[in-house]
């Protein structure tokens, strides 16, 4: 139990003795009595020997009473009555040596005082411990709202240079940051400045802040870390405040380094949003512009930062001075991703068939995040299995739950809707085979998935290429639509299974002709507008389109073009191979899944 549940314990535990306090309080006060009825009482009357005394108590709302009438058994039995000179000159008669009291007030502490310091002291109690557990949650106070929530790092971080695989240069370049902190000096004579700023730009699941994590693990100064979406509140200036104080915090600690998660969430572009100038999220980059490099000096306190969105980031802060140095972490080649599985299996009992540099080969395009997941998930089916290690096995199943989904073989399908699928795939498939720059065939399965597709057809990308061609792009067109030309030649009709299939065509042309100027009736000019992002707060009269209708008109007549010349040369190259197509789908009906040597072996 820790000590915030044992705090809340005792807490309670005293106010339920204030509560109890107050009930025993209360019975100590209150005699218990047993009561009869008029007639009872009319009765022991009667029979004056059983009674040893009878006592008159005059309440304060004259002129009713209480007769306690006590028996020589030691019983004492009480009576409420309406009017008391009526008993009185009853019992003159009938028992003239009762007793009477004057009449009965109330205890004013008991009564009043008693009670409102019971409740006073719980609420005081109550007010205590929320208090408390308030400052305890890190600075929450109404008071502390300006307070900077970076963390400062502890030795309990492991992580070293030598735990990030795949990004040699990349850390490299941070290598240098951390010298230049442990020895300023042989980098200050020949007059070098220390670089303020590093950004680390990249798509998600690249290691940026797992490089982060290392430079906090290696350097020996202190390492404060925050979220960009920590410096906004709904309050306004507690963004700039918190700079401010993160700022000024440093400044105690220099040399020291601040680590920026998804710098993106506070350092947008200005000029784009709602309260324009006035904006929160606004303030709190000015404030941070200022810091960096404005008239203070921060000398020895390096702002590293990480996003995936340093295309939408304000110019001011990417410039020389501030942000001096932009490394680019991007996905891993086939050694770098080598290196990442040794490091992800290093802690993994593998089989003797599991091959480690093939994994590497054909997990082109996987970030370091997608390796890491594709490991676990072959140590759970390892697990599910009941086996103390990972074969090969495994990883391929993995590989398929990564890039596809969950195969859901439960799923009932109908014949016919099975014999759609399978000469839908075998389409795909023969396309992936006989086009140079988009095979080899890694897997053809028909069973559904969990992202909602009836079957899949997975390549297997055996190189890495840092840009595509012309030919290559359009060969991806041709395979796209594979599924829907073997449809149209077999049933002699369509489905709607081929939509997804059509719409990634039609990107991919219009990609070819608006971005990259593959198309000879527009030329070499790029009219792509997805640097063109508009924010809420502009001038949305104004239309983001940079060319006329004239061209506009061009442009979908050109990706019209495009597609139904991919389209004829599918239909063109599966005809030629229809006999491979019947046996595809024969053979996908009967074992619903096919691997590369399979379907391979029926073009021999």
Wanted: one cysteine or more.
């Amino acid at each position: 139990m820790n000590s915030r549940s044992r705090g809340l314990g005792f807490y309670v535990l005293v106010i339920a003795m204030f509560v109890c306090l107050s009930f025993v309080w209360k019975g100590m006060w209150s005699e218990k009595q047993a009561f009869m009825t008029y007639a009872e009482f009319l009765n022991e009357l009667e029979n004056e020997n059983n009674i040893s005394g009878i006592h008159i108590i005059q309440n304060a709302e004259v002129p009713t009473g209480v007769v306690e009438v006590t028996l020589k058994s030691g019983v004492t039995k009480s009576l409420n009555v309406s009017d008391v000179k009526e008993i009185e000159t009853l019992l003159a008669d009938e028992y003239p040596d009762y007793t009477m009291d004057d009449v009965k007030r109330d205890n004013w502490f008991m009564t009043y005082m008693l009670p409102g310091l019971l409740v006073l002291a719980a609420v005081v109690v109550v007010i205590f411990y929320m208090n408390n557990q308030v400052g305890a949650a890190g600075g929450a106070k109404m008071m502390n709202f300006g307070r900077s929530p970076a963390k400062l790092s502890s030795d309990d971080n492991q992580i070293r240079f030598a735990d990030v695989a795949g990004l040699d240069e990349e850390k490299q370049d941070l290598e240098e940051i951390v010298d230049f902190l442990k020895a300023p000096g042989k980098y200050t004579e020949v007059g070098a400045r220390i670089p303020k700023g590093v950004i680390l730009v990249g798509p998600p699941g690249t290691g940026k802040t797992l490089l982060a994590k290392a430079i906090a693990g290696e350097a020996e100064v202190p390492f404060f870390s925050i979220s960009g979406s920590d410096f906004v509140e709904m309050f306004v200036g507690v963004g700039a405040s918190r700079v401010r104080d993160l700022f000024a915090e440093a400044k105690k600690n220099a040399p020291c380094i601040i680590f920026i998660d998804e710098i993106d969430a506070v350092a947008r572009r200005r000029g784009t949003g709602m309260g324009g100038g006035h904006d929160e999220r606004e303030q709190t980059l000015n404030q941070m512009l200022v810091e960096m490099d404005g008239f203070g000096v921060n000398e020895g306190i390096i702002v590293i930062a990480a996003t995936n969105r340093v295309d939408i980031l304000d110019p001011a802060i990417l410039r020389p001075g501030r942000f001096d140095r932009k490394i680019a972490v991007g996905a891993p080649d086939v050694k770098g991703r080598e290196e990442i599985l040794k490091v992800h299996s290093k802690n993994k009992p593998l089989a003797e068939d599991v091959d480690i540099e093939q994994i590497a080969r054909t997990t082109a395009g996987f970030t370091g995040a997608d390796l890491e997941n594709l490991m676990n998930e072959a140590a759970i089916n390892s697990a599910k299995a009941e086996r103390k290690f990972i074969l090969m096995d495994d990883i391929k199943e993995a590989f398929v739950k990564v890039g596809i989904g969950t195969e859901k073989k439960s799923k009932i399908v109908s014949e016919k809707e099975k014999k759609i699928t399978a000469y839908h795939e075998s389409g795909h498939a023969i396309l992936f085979h006989v086009l140079p720059d988009v095979g080899p065939v890694y897997s053809v399965s028909i069973i559904p998935t969990g992202m909602g597709a009836a079957g899949y057809t997975m390549p297997l990308p055996e190189k890495d290429e840092m840009f595509n061609t012309k030919g290559k792009m359009l060969q991806d067109i041709v395979v796209s639509l594979g599924g829907r030309v073997a449809e149209a030649l077999i049933f002699d009709d369509i489905t709607t299974g081929a939509s997804q299939d059509l719409k990634q065509a039609t990107k991919i042309a219009k990609k070819m002709i608006m971005k990259y100027g593959m198309s000879d009736a527009i030329g070499v000019i790029s009219y792509d507008n997805d640097d063109d992002e508009v924010f809420i707060g502009r001038d949305l009269a104004h239309s983001t389109r940079g060319y006329s209708e004239e061209i506009a008109g061009t442009i979908d007549k050109e990706i019209r073009r495009i597609v139904d010349e991919c389209y004829k040369k599918a239909e063109k190259l599966i005809k030629e191979h229809e006999d491979v197509l019947h046996q595809c789908a024969s053979l996908l009906l009967e074992k619903e899944k096919i691997n590369r040597e399979e379907f391979e072996a029926l073009f021999a």
